[in-house]
């Protein structure tokens, strides 16, 4: 399995910015697929992620603020990210796990400055 990010940037507070991965390989249907990000100095948290069904989980910090959404035929998800704020500022890593394992893609530079 592999995992290719693709957007990020430097963006003002206020912005908005989305990041997308595209996963090639054995994909299981059942695969949850989300992004976490690593501030630096800080360890890796869960941005936010989502099922085969739809459903979604967001770290309370981007509620309300990010929205993730999958393409199930593509094998693609995105995080579209509104009112950026400048604690927002992170590497984003895509994520993608099944069956017991783990894949991350190589991470997209997100910063939020004025």
């Known amino acids: 399995v592999q995992l290719q990010a693709s957007g990020g940037g430097l963006v003002q507070p206020g912005d908005s910015l989305s990041v997308s991965c595209a996963a090639s390989?054995?994909?299981?249907?059942?695969?949850?697929m989300g992004w976490f990000r690593q501030a630096p100095g800080k360890q890796r948290d869960l941005v936010a992620r989502?099922?085969?069904?739809?459903?979604?989980d967001y770290a309370d910090s981007v509620k309300g603020r990010f929205t993730i959404s999958r393409d199930n035929a593509k094998n693609t998800v995105h995080l579209q990210m509104n009112s950026l704020k400048p604690e927002d500022t992170a590497v984003y890593y895509c994520n993608l796990a099944q069956q017991g394992y783990e894949y991350w893609g190589q991470g997209t530079l997100v910063t939020v400055s004025s």
């Open positions: 989502i099922n085969l069904a739809g459903s979604t």
């Open positions: 390989g054995r994909i299981s249907r059942l695969a949850l």
